[in-house]
């Protein structure tokens, strides 16, 4: 849309790997270059940040505004500074804040080379007149073997784009008049890529016209965590007021489903607005309540002994030898000099873990339980535990019935857990891992959250806004078995939106090569919101997923499992957990010993 600004000379590495574009001929078809390859920040043309003492130096929209370089700094997003992504590594824009800091697309090329399992741009779009409806255009991946596909690149408006999905929102906008109160927004947008074949160059959506721009600010191909598996995992579903916590520390319980001699952890400072200090964490063994079985293990970051997580972002630990049993209690330990005032959090645990007192400072490597004076339901930060080897992971979405609501606690008997066990006690198809993605209330089209501030809602994101993080950039998913619906139809939701909703989720997931399984909605008369229009779209929604079409890869028909026969619109009694809602421990049980296990590999 706008005359391209002169371009500088530095170079950038994203996600390891070394970017550059080349800008074809206002003539030229988009996937055809004419220009040899150059760096990414040579090819800036835009100036998306400025400083608070000088906030007319740039122009991110055309009409004067930009980003504040002292709000980035504040969410801990420095320029250079590694950010990690949905599983993706980017580089914020060394020259941010200083010198063009970003790219308008318009038919660049960028020579992108490397394997990956998907492709991460940092992107906004941005309108001359106002907040707009985002930009979108189609590029191309063009392959080392010669072959290419086109892909939709999606960019949300800065100033309009959802909350549920950005990777980082900043409080003000800069204007040659002077600072605004207003939100602006970043966010990470990942396309998938043929797994099998070598990248060679990626061109960028055409200029989508006069309306829009579409800005680039890092690219990045997402590799496989290739001899990895996830074996356990928990979903944020708010941000939540804490404490505040001073340098205290969490003590953290979590239950594996497979094991594997080496261990990493995962830990996400999701809807955050600012960093987290961590100052260090370990690894044990759980022997009774905060007590380890020995001395816990240190984790290091980067190789050293604490991190700082970014507004949005998440770090790996490294890998560190660690022998973990499969069906096992883990203490993950982390200590934070705080003050921490509000954490991101997944709510409905079922698990007691523990936390220090105010001021008592690091525990992390005590073995013995005297320091964890307070309990906790919750997970603060820690996202996931993964193991060395294995055949990968089966990932469970849903809602409070896959997260275990009414099940027994401290006693591992969601329906995954049982699922898990199962998996390792038979040799017919891979002993899969088996990580839990189910949010309390959550919903698959509308969010409860609304993925931005301080909330008493956990009911996280919907089901399109999360997958991304929460399904598709799990470490080794292989199947993602989609049990979820009940809430939007409690709450409203016809059934031909959730069935739209289910729709895109499993065709999201099948478009990155995993295997989609469809689980039928339980019934659950007898609870306030499950009226009987309520069980009428449910029934129309059952029978499409019984009948999908091809949407799914196999269905499991949880529906038929735990109702009552002579009542099919509520849950048999026996399996009721008494709120007629959810299933209690014999219910959850039936349901996982009900999966005939080859439909979750084909």
Same mark, same amino acid.
């Given at each position: 849309? !706008?005359? &391209?600004?002169?371009?500088?000379?530095?170079?950038?590495?994203?996600?390891?790997?070394?970017?550059?574009?080349?800008?074809?001929?206002?003539?030229?078809?988009?996937?055809?270059?004419?220009?040899?390859?150059?760096?990414?920040? !040579?090819?800036?043309?835009?100036?998306?940040?400025?400083?608070?003492?000088?906030?007319?130096?740039?122009?991110?929209?055309?009409?004067?505004?930009?980003?504040?370089?002292?709000?980035?700094?504040?969410?801990?997003?420095?320029?250079?500074?590694?950010?990690?992504?949905?599983?993706?590594?980017?580089?914020?824009?060394?020259?941010?804040?200083?010198?063009?800091?970003?790219?308008?697309?318009?038919?660049?090329?960028?020579?992108?080379?490397?394997?990956?399992?998907?492709?991460?741009?940092?992107?906004?779009?941005?309108?001359?007149?106002?907040?707009?409806?985002?930009?979108?255009?189609?590029?191309?991946?063009?392959?080392?073997?010669?072959?290419?596909?086109?892909?939709?690149?999606?960019?949300?408006?800065?100033? #309009?784009?959802?909350?549920? @999905?950005? #990777?980082?929102?900043?409080? +003000?906008?800069?204007?040659? #008049?002077?600072?605004?109160?207003?939100?602006? !927004?970043?966010?990470?947008?990942?396309?998938?890529?043929?797994?099998? +074949?070598?990248?060679?160059?990626?061109?960028?959506?055409?200029?989508?016209?006069?309306? %829009?721009?579409?800005?680039?600010?890092?690219?990045?191909?997402?590799?496989?965590?290739?001899?990895?598996?996830?074996?356990?995992?928990?979903?944020?579903?708010?941000?939540?007021?804490?404490?505040?916590?001073?340098?205290?520390?969490?003590?953290?319980?979590?239950?594996? /489903?497979?094991?594997?001699?080496?261990?990493?952890?995962?830990?996400?400072?999701?809807?955050?607005?600012?960093?987290?200090?961590?100052?260090?964490?370990?690894?044990?063994? $759980?022997?009774?309540?905060?007590?380890?079985?020995?001395?816990?293990?240190?984790?290091?970051?980067?190789?050293?002994?604490?991190?700082?997580?970014?507004?949005?972002?998440?770090?790996?630990?490294?890998?560190?030898?660690? *022998?973990?049993?499969?069906?096992?209690?883990?203490?993950?330990?982390?200590?934070?000099?705080?003050?921490? *005032?509000?954490?991101?959090?997944?709510?409905?645990?079922?698990?007691?873990?523990?936390?220090? &007192?105010?001021?008592?400072?690091?525990?992390?490597?005590?073995?013995?339980?005297?320091?964890?004076?307070?309990?906790?339901?919750?997970?603060?930060?820690? @996202?996931?535990?993964?193991?060395?080897?294995?055949?990968?992971?089966?990932?469970?979405?849903?809602?409070?019935?896959?997260?275990?609501?009414?099940?027994?606690?401290?006693?591992?008997?969601?329906?995954?857990?049982?699922? &898990?066990?199962?998996?390792?006690?038979?040799?017919?198809?891979?002993?899969?891992?088996?990580?839990?993605?189910?949010?309390?209330?959550?919903?698959?089209?509308?969010?409860?959250?609304?993925?931005?501030?301080?909330?008493?809602?956990?009911?996280?994101?919907?089901?399109?806004?999360?997958?991304?993080?929460?399904?598709?950039?799990?470490?080794?998913?292989? @199947?993602?078995?989609?049990? $979820?619906?009940?809430?939007?139809?409690?709450?409203?939701?016809?059934?031909?939106?959730?069935?739209?909703?289910?729709?895109?989720? #499993?065709?999201?997931?099948?478009?990155?090569?995993?295997?989609?399984?469809?689980?039928?909605?339980?019934?659950?008369?007898?609870?306030?919101?499950?009226?009987?229009?309520?069980?009428?779209?449910?029934?129309?929604?059952?029978?499409?997923?019984?009948?999908?079409?091809?949407?799914?890869? %196999?269905?499991?028909?949880?529906?038929?499992?735990?109702?009552?026969?002579?009542?099919?619109?509520?849950?048999?009694?026996?399996?009721?957990?008494?709120?007629?809602?959810?299933?209690?421990?014999?219910?959850?049980?039936?349901?996982?010993? /009900?999966?005939?296990?080859?439909?979750?590999?084909?």
């Amino acid at each position: 849309m !706008r005359v &391209a600004r002169p371009w500088t000379t530095a170079g950038i590495v994203a996600g390891g790997v070394t970017l550059a574009l080349i800008a074809p001929s206002s003539a030229a078809p988009a996937d055809v270059p004419t220009h040899k390859p150059l760096p990414l920040e !040579r090819l800036f043309d835009n100036r998306a940040v400025s400083d608070d003492t000088r906030p007319g130096d740039a122009d991110f929209d055309g009409a004067g505004a930009s980003l504040s370089a002292q709000d980035l700094r504040a969410a801990g997003w420095t320029p250079g500074r590694a950010i990690a992504l949905d599983a993706a590594r980017l580089t914020w824009p060394r020259s941010a804040g200083a010198r063009p800091d970003n790219v308008i697309a318009d038919g660049q090329a960028v020579r992108l080379r490397g394997r990956g399992e998907a492709l991460t741009f940092l992107v906004a779009s941005s309108s001359p007149n106002g907040p707009g409806a985002g930009a979108n255009g189609v590029g191309t991946v063009r392959y080392r073997d010669g072959s290419s596909h086109p892909y939709t690149l999606s960019a949300p408006d800065w100033r #309009a784009g959802p909350a549920a @999905t950005k #990777a980082v929102g900043l409080p +003000h906008l800069n204007t040659a #008049a002077g600072q605004r109160q207003e939100t602006a !927004r970043l966010y990470a947008v990942t396309v998938p890529l043929d797994r099998g +074949h070598e990248v060679a160059s990626v061109v960028l959506p055409r200029d989508p016209g006069p309306a %829009a721009d579409l800005h680039v600010f890092a690219a990045s191909l997402r590799q496989p965590a290739y001899g990895w598996t996830g074996s356990w995992a928990a979903s944020t579903a708010g941000y939540t007021k804490v404490g505040p916590w001073t340098d205290q520390t969490l003590r953290l319980v979590v239950h594996t /489903s497979v094991g594997g001699p080496r261990a990493r952890v995962r830990l996400e400072n999701t809807f955050a607005a600012s960093p987290v200090e961590i100052g260090h964490a370990t690894v044990a063994l $759980q022997a009774s309540g905060a007590a380890a079985q020995g001395a816990p293990v240190p984790l290091t970051f980067g190789g050293r002994p604490g991190t700082s997580i970014p507004a949005g972002a998440q770090v790996f630990s490294d890998p560190v030898d660690f *022998a973990v049993p499969a069906d096992a209690n883990l203490l993950v330990s982390i200590h934070l000099p705080g003050p921490v *005032a509000a954490v991101p959090v997944h709510s409905q645990a079922t698990q007691r873990s523990y936390l220090s &007192a105010a001021g008592s400072g690091d525990r992390t490597a005590e073995p013995g339980a005297e320091s964890y004076t307070g309990t906790l339901t919750t997970w603060p930060f820690l @996202t996931g535990v993964d193991v060395r080897g294995g055949p990968g992971s089966v990932v469970a979405l849903g809602d409070s019935i896959t997260d275990g609501t009414k099940s027994t606690n401290d006693a591992n008997r969601r329906w995954p857990d049982v699922l &898990a066990r199962r998996l390792r006690g038979q040799s017919e198809v891979p002993a899969y891992g088996v990580l839990n993605a189910g949010i309390s209330a959550n919903r698959v089209v509308a969010d409860r959250y609304p993925g931005e501030g301080v909330s008493t809602d956990t009911g996280g994101v919907s089901t399109r806004h999360r997958l991304e993080r929460d399904v598709l950039a799990q470490t080794g998913a292989r @199947t993602v078995v989609v049990f $979820q619906g009940i809430n939007d139809l409690r709450w409203g939701s016809s059934a031909e939106e959730l069935i739209a909703g289910l729709r895109s989720v #499993a065709s999201r997931v099948r478009e990155r090569g995993l295997r989609v399984v469809g689980a039928t909605i339980a019934p659950c008369e007898g609870e306030s919101l499950c009226t009987a229009d309520a069980d009428a779209r449910r029934s129309a929604v059952n029978a499409f997923i019984r009948d999908s079409g091809g949407v799914f890869d %196999a269905v499991l028909d949880f529906d038929a499992v735990v109702r009552d026969p002579e009542h099919p619109a509520r849950i048999l009694p026996a399996y009721d957990s008494g709120d007629h809602l959810h299933p209690g421990d014999a219910g959850l049980r039936a349901m996982a010993e /009900s999966i005939d296990l080859r439909k979750l590999t084909g």
